[in-house]
């Protein structure tokens, strides 16, 4: 039977018990009371001997670091190493040294596994007996884990906020308590614990000694990366911005500044695995690229297909300076357009073949930045797309500047016709009277363009869909940028390895329920869903999506204006 957070109730007496205690020698149990929950957070076991006195000047010290309001809860016997009846006496009489109210018994039943709790109240006039509920939690997963409010769009959310708010008490103490925990049984002082590091503190002077040495060597790389960073963010190239973004990673990772919560620490090491992975699967794509000579290959591939390309574009520039689809198009512009395009792509062969004698070197040195990371080389490679295609982007951009003016020239004439024109100051239509010899001038002319607009439009059309093309092969691959540059892959790993370290909530299961004594629940952490982990911890990139609806895409595209769709937000675009 499983027991969700909400079925402990404020009604009684909650003991949060750590399970490594278990085996403890007798003593007392310190930890903190929440009053407003009723409820008690036991943190460690004390043994014998020890002087009162230097117990409370112990607790005083680390309520001072902690900021938590760690007291002596109650009383622990271990009846297997201790079975003295004078021994649960001196233990009740402990609780008028610290008087503590209610003052926690929790001892060992016979042969039970489980252990018996109760309350005493030797100050209160009015006794009474509250029910109890004794749960056992894993102390080392509840220090190491890092609990997650709910999701806003959760259903119940008021509840499970509410669930959250309780727990969270919990998780901070056993988490603010690292202090407590750095004294153990093993140590030379007069005070020994009990907790979750028993066996042991682990620590190591070469980790110590390297933070150490680490400092002046991040300071000095942080300055030399804000220098290369800003270079790099002068230029508008993909891969320039992207060795921008990695650099700012690099800053944020050899920053010496401590992070200030869990989110900043999984940040920066969500950082430094994407970075560690990226580099080793650019790595394992350069060592492919110069095994067997696939430089070369690639190099004496590349001139016959964008040979292949330009003979393509110039069979399409002939197929629209005939009768395409047996359209009738105005033959004079039709010849002037085409042969104009026909000149560029004569113009791009002729450079192709000039830089065809360094294509192979030239490949085999952008090769060697894959091992900046394979991010890196996608960007390289969606650039030397957008170089190869550099002629296309021209008709495109021609095309569209040619069908912009007319459009655009059109509905300025058409506003004559109906005695309107555009106010620039005012920003919009205001009336205003024409003479003759305006109306007529505006005719002939919109006449004109009216008749020339079907084979700029066609024109437009075409080298328009050819430039999706393109700019839909370079979207996949910043797509697979932005997948690598986001993804929280530190996260996902520890979701997948050690799942209570992101922990969503918890759930109880019963050990033991029986009439007359305390509820004995198990608490287990519930940890976060791999959705929840990517929405949580996913990393911003530095590439956006258009920022333009689809509606807004399409009239921009009706009426010939240039679209870009890797500009940044709030860039201006020309």
Same mark, same amino acid.
């Given at each position: +039977?499983?027991?969700?957070?909400?079925?402990i109730?404020? +009604?009684?007496?909650?003991?949060?018990?750590?399970?490594c205690?278990?085996?403890? $020698?007798?003593?007392?149990?310190i930890?903190? #009371?929440?009053?407003?929950?009723?409820?008690a957070?036991?943190l460690?076991?004390?043994?014998?001997?020890?002087?009162?006195? &230097?117990?409370?000047?112990?607790?005083?010290?680390?309520?001072?670091?902690?900021?938590?309001?760690?007291?002596?809860?109650?009383?622990?016997?271990?009846?297997?190493? $201790?079975?003295?009846?004078?021994?649960?006496?001196?233990? $009740?009489?402990?609780?008028t040294i610290?008087s503590?109210?209610?003052?926690?018994q929790?001892?060992?039943?016979?042969?039970?596994?489980?252990?018996?709790?109760?309350t005493?109240?030797?100050?209160?006039n009015?006794?009474?007996?509250?029910?109890?509920?004794?749960?056992y939690?894993?102390?080392?997963?509840?220090?190491?884990?890092?609990?997650?409010?709910?999701?806003?769009?959760?259903?119940?959310?008021?509840?499970?906020a509410?669930?959250?708010?309780k727990?969270?008490?919990?998780?901070?103490?056993?988490?603010k308590?690292?202090?407590?925990?750095?004294?153990?049984?093993?140590?030379?002082?007069?005070?020994?614990?009990?907790? #979750?590091?028993?066996?042991?503190?682990?620590?190591?002077?070469i980790?110590?000694?390297?933070?150490q %040495?680490?400092?002046?060597?991040?300071?000095?790389?942080?300055?030399?990366?804000?220098?290369?960073?800003?270079?790099?963010?002068?230029?508008?190239l993909?891969?320039?911005?992207?060795l921008?973004?990695? =650099? &700012?990673?690099?800053?944020?990772?050899?920053?010496?500044?401590?992070?200030?919560?869990?989110?900043? =620490?999984?940040r920066?090491?969500?950082?430094?695995?994407?970075?560690?992975?990226?580099?080793?699967?650019?790595?394992?794509l350069?060592?492919?690229l110069?095994?067997?000579?696939?430089?070369?290959?690639?190099?004496d591939?590349l001139?016959?297909?964008?040979?292949?390309?330009?003979?393509?574009?110039?069979?399409?520039? &002939?197929?629209?300076?005939?009768?395409?689809?047996?359209?009738?198009?105005?033959?004079?512009?039709?010849?002037? =357009?085409?042969?104009?395009?026909?000149?560029?792509?004569?113009?791009w062969?002729?450079?192709?073949h000039? +830089?065809?004698?360094f294509i192979? +070197?030239?490949? #085999?040195?952008v090769?060697?930045s894959?091992?900046?990371?394979?991010?890196? %080389?996608?960007?390289?490679l969606?650039?030397?797309?957008?170089?190869?295609?550099?002629?296309i982007?021209?008709?495109?951009?021609?095309?569209a500047r040619?069908?912009?003016?007319?459009?655009?020239?059109?509905?300025?004439l058409w506003?004559l016709?109906?005695?309107?024109?555009?106010?620039?100051?005012?920003?919009?239509?205001d009336?205003?009277?024409?003479?003759?010899?305006?109306?007529?001038?505006?005719?002939?002319?919109f006449?004109?363009? =009216?008749?020339?607009?079907?084979?700029?439009?066609?024109?437009?059309?075409?080298?328009?869909?050819?430039?999706?093309?393109?700019?839909?092969?370079?979207?996949?691959?910043?797509?697979?940028?932005?997948?690598?540059?986001?993804?929280?892959?530190?996260?996902?790993?520890?979701?997948?390895c050690?799942?209570y370290r992101?922990? %969503?909530?918890?759930?109880?299961?019963?050990?033991?329920q029986?009439?007359?004594?305390?509820?004995?629940?198990?608490? &287990?952490?519930?940890?976060?869903?791999?959705g929840?982990?990517?929405?949580t911890?996913?990393?911003?990139?530095?590439?956006?999506?258009?920022k333009?609806?689809w509606?807004?895409?399409?009239?921009?595209?009706?009426?010939?204006e240039?679209?870009y769709?890797?500009?940044h937000?709030?860039?201006?675009?020309?």
């Amino acid at each position: +039977m499983v027991y969700r957070s909400s079925r402990i109730t404020a +009604m009684v007496l909650k003991v949060f018990f750590p399970s490594c205690c278990s085996s403890a $020698e007798s003593g007392i149990l310190i930890g903190r #009371w929440i009053s407003e929950q009723n409820s008690a957070v036991i943190l460690a076991v004390v043994h014998f001997p020890f002087i009162p006195v &230097q117990v409370k000047q112990y607790l005083s010290e680390v309520q001072q670091v902690t900021k938590v309001s760690v007291s002596v809860l109650g009383s622990w016997s271990n009846s297997k190493q $201790e079975k003295e009846e004078s021994l649960s006496e001196f233990l $009740e009489d402990l609780g008028t040294i610290f008087s503590h109210e209610p003052w926690i018994q929790i001892s060992k039943e016979g042969d039970s596994k489980f252990w018996s709790c109760s309350t005493l109240q030797k100050h209160s006039n009015n006794p009474k007996e509250e029910e109890i509920i004794l749960v056992y939690y894993d102390q080392r997963k509840v220090m190491l884990s890092h609990l997650h409010p709910p999701l806003a769009t959760a259903p119940s959310t008021d509840h499970k906020a509410d669930d959250a708010s309780k727990l969270s008490a919990v998780f901070d103490t056993v988490a603010k308590s690292k202090i407590l925990f750095m004294t153990d049984r093993y140590h030379d002082g007069p005070i020994k614990l009990t907790h #979750w590091q028993s066996d042991g503190v682990e620590a190591s002077i070469i980790v110590e000694l390297m933070k150490q %040495a680490s400092v002046p060597a991040c300071m000095l790389l942080t300055f030399l990366l804000s220098l290369i960073s800003g270079i790099c963010r002068s230029s508008k190239l993909s891969t320039c911005e992207q060795l921008g973004h990695r =650099l &700012q990673h690099l800053q944020v990772i050899s920053s010496n500044k401590k992070a200030q919560n869990q989110t900043q =620490l999984m940040r920066k090491a969500n950082i430094f695995v994407s970075l560690l992975i990226d580099v080793a699967l650019g790595i394992l794509l350069m060592s492919w690229l110069y095994r067997k000579n696939r430089i070369g290959h690639l190099a004496d591939t590349l001139i016959p297909v964008a040979d292949h390309v330009a003979e393509e574009l110039q069979d399409l520039l &002939q197929w629209l300076m005939g009768a395409p689809a047996g359209l009738k198009m105005n033959r004079a512009l039709d010849q002037v =357009l085409g042969r104009f395009f026909l000149y560029h792509i004569h113009l791009w062969i002729s450079y192709i073949h000039l +830089m065809s004698p360094f294509i192979e +070197m030239i490949l #085999w040195y952008v090769g060697l930045s894959a091992c900046l990371g394979l991010t890196v %080389a996608l960007c390289i490679l969606s650039d030397i797309i957008a170089l190869l295609t550099f002629h296309i982007y021209c008709f495109y951009v021609y095309g569209a500047r040619l069908y912009c003016l007319k459009i655009y020239g059109l509905s300025s004439l058409w506003r004559l016709f109906r005695g309107k024109k555009w106010n620039v100051l005012r920003q919009r239509v205001d009336s205003c009277s024409y003479d003759l010899d305006q109306l007529f001038i505006g005719t002939l002319l919109f006449t004109i363009l =009216l008749f020339l607009l079907p084979t700029t439009a066609l024109y437009y059309l075409v080298f328009t869909l050819l430039r999706l093309l393109v700019v839909i092969v370079q979207g996949l691959i910043h797509l697979l940028v932005d997948l690598i540059d986001s993804l929280p892959l530190y996260s996902i790993i520890l979701r997948l390895c050690r799942s209570y370290r992101l922990a %969503a909530g918890v759930k109880f299961r019963v050990l033991e329920q029986q009439d007359g004594k305390p509820l004995r629940l198990l608490m &287990q952490i519930n940890p976060l869903s791999y959705g929840s982990v990517i929405q949580t911890y996913r990393l911003p990139t530095y590439s956006c999506y258009p920022k333009d609806s689809w509606t807004s895409l399409c009239k921009k595209l009706f009426l010939g204006e240039l679209i870009y769709p890797w500009k940044h937000k709030g860039e201006k675009q020309d």
